[in-house]
């Protein structure tokens, strides 16, 4: 050892351990960063549990139809609504579909054509009233939206004595015409608010090619209105599927939908079945739970397109 390295002092930074340092090069407080995540993960906990409470209280009416729908007249009572089933029978699957079956076909029969027919016109009025615009278009916009905000009860009267005088048909044909009506406020509505995020340029390109108002709408805007025409066509659907206060009015037990035939198989006996009103419950809720489950995301995806303009 010489006499220069005896007397050197040695560095203290060169045992030291490096302080971490972030991104931008500042030092990282790894007790505060620890704290954080601490927070972070009791925040997500108590985010899993309260999602899993709400699932729980949705899934409860769930469980105690599914149930009851395969006990026996004698074990189907509110006293045993929570408990398994004693005897697991089909019967009242049986009875509750050869009682809605007829209804359940002309609720079809209904949907279809008045969801088509809706969101075709909701979607000729939102180009019209986002793309093609005239004078006083703002004006007839707020007056369709208005229909949004009458309450069904408030003109059922007149609209009962409007739909007698016209001649139309009860049934079928009359809910038909009611729901493709009442369905045009919101259907113009979504269809607008997407049509004003389609670039003008391109409205503009077909104007420059000659094409009219028709052809502009056929060959430009509908064929990329489909995420549109996805979420109207489930609006509609199930708007119409569930609707029953039109049913009462303007049709019967020998020409109505299903929610009038399940209130019936609910309230017509004397001795009530709840297994047989369980099960018709469950045969009228399947065609809207379908639907959502296979045009779910197409849904949620629909109503995000017309969100943001751009």
Known sequence: MTAATAGAVPDPRADAVPTPTGTSGRPVDLRRTSVQRGRFTTARTLRYVALLAFVVVVLIPVYVLLVTSFKGAGDA???RAWSLPQLWTLEN????WTALSPAIGRSVQMVVPAAIISAFLGSLNGFVLARWRFRGADLVFTLILFGMFIPYQAVMIPLTRLVLGLGIPSGIPSLILLHVVYGIPITTLIFRNYYMTVPHELIEAARVDGAGMLRTY???LLPIS???FVVVLIWQFTSAWNDFLFAVFFSSSQNGP???ALNNLANGALLQNYG???AGALFASLPTLLVYIILGKYFVGGLMSGSVKG
């Open 77 to 79: 009572s509110p006293a």
């Open 93 to 96: 699957w049986q009875g509750a």
């Open 218 to 220: 056929w060959s430009v």
């Open 226 to 228: 489909i995420p549109s």
């Open 258 to 260: 299903v929610t009038l």
């Open 276 to 278: 047989v009103s369980m």
